[in-house]
């Protein structure tokens, strides 16, 4: 492990470099799937509230967080010796960057607590967003953050089984989800989990909203069910896997989606290898799609570590080389000229000759026969 986190902190400070940036403030909150990049330099799991680690080009990093937080998490956890608890962490921050001409904030859009950032930016340095540059820094996997994604595709592909056991007609879409959302606990994701269900649309067929699992509505033979089931594993790595459940017949319209994701999967493996562009497997991947008239909703992919979604998205217009050993959620979100939407979610690997999908789930409509 140790050499991993000299090699996170080794590639985190290349990118400051080339950059022009001489701190960097990386930014953690509880907000799902916003804590792993705190995770990825410190080790510390945010458990309540947020947290920083500063990263100098020079020198030892340190982990701050507001004196309200001493109490919650495991702070011995950490792996960087400087633990600092102060009524305002932006303060602290400014004053420690004082000499800086140019600081870097990952999260500074998404993630940093706006209090932390009005005491950040009194001082006289400029503050830049660092969050392509450092997820630039971690997009390659190591082996031992594989084995993590292995381990998280691995649950979340138990949790997807737990689903299409506990399907059944005439149950509560918050029924069949409740025994996936058990076994994730059990298995060690905590709270690292979204799990959220496709809207029910027309006869054999979905909505293209994410939804939470209802609790009162129950479940007819004729609906599309889309369990979109996304957790992070025990060492902090997220993985995205489902794929469609239902007893009755699709509608033409669904069954028509359906055959063009089977030729996205034969794709996608292709061209999700070293050297292909972002830009190159959104428009192969979204070929099948685009011939027959559909569009595409939620973005086509993107990188997915330790936190949920990460640079590069995969789009179009997007040249970011693709290297051996990232990390992928493809998911395209195929939405139908009457409103109704098919969608799936898989973790792949991007390996040298071809892309490796990591669930050993066929792009299919389950329909529980599967199970006997």
């Known amino acids: ?21 001489d701190a960097l403030v990386v930014s953690g909150s ?66 420690r960057v004082g000499g800086a001409s140019r600081v870097g904030v990952y999260g500074l859009d998404y993630v940093m607590n706006v209090r932390d950032y009005r005491a950040l930016a009194e001082g006289a340095f400029e503050i830049v967003s660092f969050d392509e540059p450092f997820d630039r820094a971690r997009a390659v996997k190591s082996e031992a953050e ?55 649309g027309p006869p054999g067929g979905a ?10 509505r129950r479940v007819s033979p004729d609906d599309l069910l889309l369990y979109s089931l996304e957790i992070g594993g025990p060492a902090g790595h997220w993985a995205e896997v489902s794929r469609p459940i239902m007893a009755g017949e699709p509608s ?33 991947v979204s070929k099948p799609f685009r011939d027959r008239g559909y569009a595409l909703g939620h973005v086509t992919g993107h990188s997915i570590g330790m936190t949920m979604i990460e640079h590069p998205r995969v789009g ?31 973790t792949w690997r991007i390996g040298n000759e071809a892309g490796e999908q990591l669930s050993g789930l066929p792009l299919k409509i389950f329909d529980g026969s599967e199970l006997t």
């Open 1 to 21: 492990m140790r050499g991993d986190i000299e090699g996170r902190y080794a590639r985190v400070r290349d990118e400051m470099a080339r950059e022009g940036v």
């Open 30 to 95: 509880e907000y799902t799937g916003f804590d792993g990049a705190v995770a990825y330099m410190s080790g510390f799991q945010i458990v309540h509230r947020y947290a920083y680690v500063l990263v100098p080009l020079e020198g030892d990093p340190a982990i701050v967080f507001p004196s309200e937080a001493r109490y919650v998490g495991f702070h011995d956890a950490a792996w960087v010796d400087e633990r600092v608890f102060v009524d305002t962490p932006g303060a602290w921050l400014r004053d």
């Open 146 to 200: 594989m084995e993590s994604v292995r381990e998280a595709v691995r649950i979340n592909e138990e949790g997807f089984w737990e689903v299409l056991r506990a399907y059944e007609p005439g149950k509560t879409e918050a029924q069949i989800m409740a025994p996936a959302a058990a076994r994730f606990v059990e298995l060690g994701t905590g709270r690292h989990a979204m799990n959220m269900v496709l809207a029910s």
């Open 207 to 216: 909505r293209p909203e994410f939804v939470i699992p209802s609790e009162t």
């Open 252 to 284: 033409p319209v669904t069954a028509e989606m359906m055959e063009a994701y089977v030729e996205y999967g034969e794709i996608a493996r292709a061209v999700m290898k070293e050297g292909s562009t972002a830009h190159d497997v959104h428009m192969a």
């Open 316 to 346: 179009e217009g997007n040249e970011t080389v693709l290297r051996e050993n990232m990390v992928f959620s493809m998911h395209p979100h195929v939405i139908a000229g009457d409103g109704s939407c098919l969608y799936m979610q898989e």
